[in-house]
């Protein structure tokens, strides 16, 4: 009995291991937070981008929340399209959620901890 629960452990580590990673909402294999910093940085209107999280809801759906300090007299709703087009195209990401701000309360926020 032994043996064959060593062997269902090891046929099922990969489930066990990806399970685990949506239970703790790490970020998804493959996925690098600074890279997709740098890639919403890139879109035009955007200054800077903190408070950053990235998790799967279960296999391959991600999700994303994150702070966004816009500049510029850019419509805020083309920013937020470009943006998510950006995180779909290069990273498969497909829910955000975006709070735009006109200036960084970064400082603000970490005030309390």
């Known amino acids: 009995s032994i043996l064959i629960a060593g062997i269902i452990l090891y046929t099922s580590w990969g489930l066990i291991k990806d399970s685990v990673d949506i239970l703790m909402q790490s970020v998804p294999e493959g996925i690098s937070l600074?890279?997709?910093?740098?890639?919403?940085e890139s879109v035009n209107g955007i200054l800077k981008v903190h408070d950053l999280h990235?998790?799967?809801v279960?296999?391959?759906v991600f999700t994303l929340s994150?702070?966004?300090?816009?500049?510029?007299d850019r419509n805020t709703r083309e920013v937020l399209t470009e943006t998510g087009k950006?995180?779909?195209?290069k990273f498969n990401i497909r829910h955000t959620t975006i709070q735009l701000e006109t200036e960084s309360r970064e400082a603000e926020e970490f005030e309390a901890f």
């Open 66 to 72: 994150a702070h966004a300090v816009v500049v510029g």
């Open 58 to 60: 279960t296999s391959g």
């Open 34 to 40: 600074n890279e997709v910093q740098k890639a919403m």
């Open 86 to 89: 950006v995180l779909n195209d």
């Open 54 to 56: 990235i998790w799967a």
